[in-house]
């Protein structure tokens, strides 16, 4: 009898005692969106237009210190979905689903899994885990390999004119896919004409589907969508990119590499691209030409947002829905001279977090605590009424929810080669070969002075934090 089963029963158990007067759970609105860094009206950048995504956060609280625990899309979506630490590369979600198949007992479930077992019918569109319709194989498309085992009722990727979900996820205008060399693929494009011409268009349109077929059932719904854009390539509706006609950037802070040894790297993921033989960290002007069609991208999906909460509020459910918009990890346009995530610097840490509870206290301020992803699993948990698994390791963000001026607390980060901790004031990166970078955020060089050197007690200390905190 499978552990999926018996908690289906458990739940439904504990349902008929509580008897009708019992509060109905509420729903989970879970939006995910690929690469999206904090560069939001919201979050102080005037320069972009994000209106469903800044009216989303007058709505609710914008966690401005928001930090994920990997720089990339594979390892920072496990958290997510897991509510625990993992492997630091994309295949984690992968490897974690070979284990639920040798030893079930001793995996614990994932985050849809949980709330599945709890009554409520969970579907995932898009992007939510690391490949999007969560299958293996070339295609991505492999029935037989499933990257989150027992979580999803329903699983979906449209993918169109794409033919694959991997064609669909690095795909341009009108079915164009990424081929095996991708130097003979455009960076950046801005094709005229609607939505449903990049694969982001079609998975609102199923995302929207199925909330209404969801907020019609008699069961709670767990709903995940996961937007694409503005992953590379920078591909949206010209209209989008449109906006930005004649509007000023800010400059790039720090756009030079660091001195001496970080975790920057070549940006080789951006490099591969077809770039037209320029270089954004030699040409000013190509720069900020990238810069416009990633805001670009960033437009696009927020308007696809503010499409699938347009349909939430429609159908009526959203009286009862706890609405969290996610951004997987940050990306540098050109700070530290890096274009892409992949550091343990800020720029590829932070990203936006915003939380929407029915009925929440002072809706609209925003919390400068430090908070983490992995805080995301039992913070749900607590605004559903659902109980909170003891093998989840964050920290339910309920308070800050009511209170924007709760403190908040660590946040831990991972990569291959090296491991940080971010504290209220400080962050330290400790790499695998003993060396050790520390930051101060309260100075004016933040992350381009490594002060490690003269602080060897501080080191100490927050060394100790993270080893300790990391093997929890």
């Given amino acids: 009898m499978s552990r999926l089963f018996i908690a289906t029963i458990l739940g439904a158990c504990l349902s008929a005692c509580v008897g009708g007067a019992a509060e109905p759970p509420k729903n989970v609105l879970l939006l995910c969106i690929d690469d999206l860094r904090p560069e939001l009206n919201c979050f102080g950048a005037s320069h972009i237009h994000s209106p469903n995504i800044d009216r989303l956060a007058a709505q609710g609280r914008a966690f401005q210190r928001h930090y994920v625990n990997a720089p990339s899309c594979g390892p920072s979506r496990c958290t997510l979905l897991t509510g625990r630490y993992g492997a630091a590369g994309n295949a984690a979600l992968f490897q974690r689903a070979k284990e639920v198949t040798k030893s079930p007992d001793r995996v614990p479930p994932s985050m849809p899994e949980w709330f599945r077992s709890h009554g409520f019918t969970t579907v995932s569109?898009?992007?939510?885990?690391?490949?999007?319709?969560?299958?293996?194989?070339?295609?991505?498309?492999?029935?037989?390999?499933?990257?989150?085992?027992?979580?999803?009722?329903?699983?979906?990727?449209?993918?169109?004119?794409?033919?694959?979900?991997?064609?669909?996820?690095?795909?341009?205008?009108?079915?164009?896919?990424?081929?095996?060399?991708?130097?003979?693929?455009?960076?950046?494009?801005?094709?005229?004409?609607?939505?449903?011409?990049?694969?982001?268009?079609?998975?609102?349109?199923?995302?929207?589907?199925?909330?209404?077929?969801?907020?019609a059932a008699d069961r709670p719904f767990f709903l995940a969508i996961g937007l694409l854009k503005p992953h590379l390539p920078f591909g949206a509706p010209k209209h989008y990119l449109d906006l930005y006609d004649g509007v000023a950037l800010p400059p790039t802070p720090h756009a030079t590499k660091p001195e001496g040894k970080t975790t920057w790297h070549g940006s080789g993921e951006f490099m591969k691209y077809n770039r037209w033989g320029r270089d954004p960290r030699q040409d000013l002007a190509f720069a900020e030409a990238?810069?416009?069609?990633?805001?670009?991208?960033?437009?696009?999906?927020?308007?696809?947002?503010?499409?699938?909460?347009?349909?939430?509020?429609?159908?009526?459910?959203?009286?009862?829905?706890?609405?969290?918009?996610?951004?997987?990890?940050?990306?540098?346009?050109?700070?530290?001279?890096?274009?892409?995530?992949?550091?343990?610097?800020?720029?590829?840490?932070?990203?936006?977090?915003?939380?929407?509870?029915?009925?929440?206290?002072?809706?609209?301020?925003?919390?400068?605590?430090?908070v983490s992803t992995l805080d995301i699993f039992p913070t749900l948990c607590d605004l559903t009424g659902v109980e909170t698994p003891d093998f989840a390791q964050g920290v339910s963000l309920q308070a800050m929810l009511q209170d924007p001026t709760v403190e908040g607390h660590l946040a831990l980060a991972y990569q291959s080669r090296a491991t940080t901790i971010r504290t209220d004031t400080y962050r330290l990166i400790a790499h695998k070969n003993g060396h050790i970078e520390l930051y101060d955020h309260t100075s004016r060089e933040k992350e381009t002075v490594n002060i490690a050197p003269a602080h060897p007690e501080l080191v100490a200390q927050l060394k100790a934090q993270l080893s300790k905190n990391l093997e929890q």
């Avoid at 998975?203 to 969801?214: N, R, V, Y």
């Avoid at 990306?331 to 992949?342: C, V």
């Avoid at 840490?349 to 929440?360: C, G, Q």
């Fill in 290 to 370: 990238v810069r416009r069609h990633y805001a670009a991208c960033v437009s696009y999906a927020d308007k696809l947002v503010g499409d699938i909460l347009a349909k939430l509020k429609e159908t009526g459910a959203d009286q009862n829905t706890v609405i969290v918009l996610w951004g997987d990890h940050g990306w540098h346009l050109g700070e530290h001279g890096i274009w892409g995530k992949q550091s343990l610097f800020e720029e590829a840490l932070r990203s936006p977090l915003i939380m929407v509870a029915p009925d929440m206290k002072q809706a609209g301020g925003k919390s400068n605590a430090v």
């Fill in 125 to 215: 569109v898009g992007k939510v885990s690391h490949h999007p319709g969560g299958r293996g194989g070339p295609g991505w498309n492999d029935a037989a390999k499933v990257e989150m085992p027992n979580a999803w009722d329903r699983h979906l990727m449209p993918v169109g004119v794409w033919k694959t979900p991997v064609g669909a996820m690095h795909g341009l205008a009108h079915g164009k896919a990424r081929p095996k060399n991708a130097k003979e693929f455009a960076l950046f494009e801005a094709a005229v004409g609607p939505d449903s011409i990049y694969p982001d268009g079609l998975i609102a349109e199923e995302g929207i589907k199925q909330l209404e077929e969801l907020a």
